[in-house]
């Protein structure tokens, strides 16, 4: 099952025909370039300098990388921790430039979504309470059995519509279960709101659905947008996505010099989430840290003035819903709203702490294009990727 799960999810974040770059690879591309990309800081720094047979495959492998195939071509690159919504652009990217490859990777991601609905229940049984409420000895006892992973397994690749209704059943359980709500992905809930429907074998997923299925990216991954009209010219678009685990990110520095265009990606709704690498450590603050570092790193480019950044400040929809019942002020101290559990109050204060952290490590915030945005809104294509690549082309034109 997990091979199978492995395949699948490479289909669909690469796509089929694809740039997928091995952590290994990255690694070795970012330790022939530290002479001249500065690590931000010392958890950062690279290794020794390689030997002579090592330097001469890195140097083989970044001709390979090279993002500047001709002169019409954008380089954009998305950063961003775990769980930001990265891969979710990237997919709005292929829908509206690659729509067969988008359609396609709808129709697969049903096993995806099935796994998903599991791990999930795998997760949330886990934390269920000893007072929890059940219906019935039945629930209660599947309860227990979905803690434990080969059983769900073997439950979930044996399923009918009687499982699916004992699923539902237990679902309205953990729902219901104090604590349990709040601190959750917003992708949780909306795939088990509608497991009825996305578990039974003739489900079909929608495009809401695709775009909401997370996906962990497993490689440095890379695809190119072929005939992009842009003004009167047609222009090659080629999009990075790195992995955005933290022990991935001192890979991302390796090929800053040849990106037109950074996008980072910040989850608003991360503001009451642990890390999954270190959960005595809020995702909010430790994307900060990052773009911290990522900052830090894009000052000692020397064509710095000729590239762009745009922070995308994600998950909007699913910040609003979250801050009605746990607010900003609960987790960040330093905040302290004129109403209680403030939409608008809290944004701009995320935001403002991005600009700060922008100011700090010495980059004008005016070179920054901050923007609140959900990367599953349908519109998501017309309202960012239309005026990023136009603004681009722009910068290229006068630059």
Not at 98 to 116: D, Y
Not at 168 to 196: H, R, T
Not at 319 to 331: P, Q, R, T, V
Request: with cysteine; glycine share 4%; proline share 3%.
């Amino acid at each position: 099952m997990c091979s199978i799960m492995n395949k699948f999810r490479v289909f669909l974040c690469c796509g089929g025909d694809v740039e997928a770059i091995s952590p290994e690879a990255t690694r070795q591309q970012a330790r022939h370039k530290k002479s001249q990309v500065a690590s931000p800081h010392t958890g950062y720094d690279a290794p020794d300098h390689p030997s002579a047979s090592t330097e001469s495959t890195s140097q083989n492998q970044n001709r390979a990388l090279s993002l500047k195939p001709n002169a019409n071509t954008l380089n954009f690159m998305l950063l961003g921790t775990a769980g930001s919504g990265k891969s979710t652009i990237f997919k709005q990217f292929d829908r509206m430039f690659l729509a067969e490859l988008f359609t396609n990777g709808r129709a697969a991601s049903i096993i995806l979504i099935k796994e998903f609905v599991r791990a999930c229940f795998t997760r949330f049984t886990r934390l269920l309470p000893e007072s929890a409420d059940f219906d019935s000895e039945e629930i209660q006892t599947l309860a227990y059995d979905l803690q434990d992973t080969d059983k769900s397994r073997d439950f979930f690749d044996n399923l009918d519509d009687a499982k699916i209704d004992q699923l539902a059943e237990l679902w309205i359980v953990i729902k219901n279960s104090p604590g349990i709500a709040i601190c959750q992905q917003e992708s949780d809930f909306f795939f088990l709101e509608k497991l009825q429907d996305c578990l039974k074998i003739d489900y079909i997923p929608t495009e809401e659905d695709y775009l909401r299925c997370r996906v962990e990216t497993m490689y440095t991954e890379r695809r190119k947008y072929d005939n992009v009209s842009v003004g009167k010219q047609t222009w090659t678009l080629t999009l990075t996505d790195v992995r955005g685990n933290k022990d991935d990110r001192r890979s991302w520095f390796a090929t800053f010099d040849d990106v037109d265009y950074f996008i980072y990606v910040a989850s608003l709704a991360d503001y009451n989430l642990p890390m999954e690498e270190d959960t005595r450590k809020n995702r909010l603050s430790d994307s900060l840290e990052t773009f911290g570092d990522v900052m830090e790193c894009l000052k000692t480019l020397a064509n710095f003035s000729r590239k762009g950044v745009i922070v995308l400040l994600n998950k909007e929809d699913s910040f609003k819903e979250k801050i009605s019942k746990d607010a900003l002020e609960n987790h960040f101290q330093k905040f302290h709203p004129n109403k209680p559990n403030d939409v608008l109050e809290s944004k701009m204060f995320i935001k403002n702490m991005f600009v700060q952290t922008a100011r700090k490590k010495g980059i004008d915030p005016k070179d920054v294009d901050f923007k609140f945005t959900s990367a599953i809104d349908k519109k998501f294509g017309e309202k960012i990727i239309h005026s990023l690549i136009k603004n681009t082309v722009t910068q290229i034109i006068k630059g």
